[in-house]
């Protein structure tokens, strides 16, 4: 992968349906395809958390998590 982002950020599973049959799809990096669900999803990587900037999670009510 490239330093510029070009490279293709690889899924390893369908979102959706949890399969592995995808492909690439559409012109831009990121694209996929999923052809056992025929859908299409994109994934882009944005950046690495800094463990100091972390935005907090909000309270759960009733104090399960």
Same mark, same amino acid.
């Given at each position: 992968?490239?330093?510029? *982002?070009?490279?293709?950020?690889?899924?390893?599973?369908?979102?959706?349906? $949890?399969?592995?049959?995808?492909?690439?799809? *559409?012109? /831009?990096?990121?694209?996929?395809?999923? !052809?056992?669900?025929?859908? /299409?999803?994109?994934?882009?990587?944005?950046?690495?958390?800094?463990? *100091?900037? !972390?935005?907090? !999670?909000? $309270?759960?009510?009733?104090?399960?998590?």
């Amino acid at each position: 992968m490239s330093g510029s *982002g070009e490279g293709r950020a690889v899924p390893y599973y369908c979102p959706f349906c $949890a399969s592995e049959d995808l492909w690439p799809a *559409g012109e /831009t990096h990121g694209q996929w395809e999923c !052809r056992s669900c025929a859908r /299409t999803f994109a994934v882009r990587f944005v950046s690495v958390a800094d463990p *100091g900037e !972390r935005t907090p !999670r909000p $309270a759960i009510a009733g104090g399960a998590r």
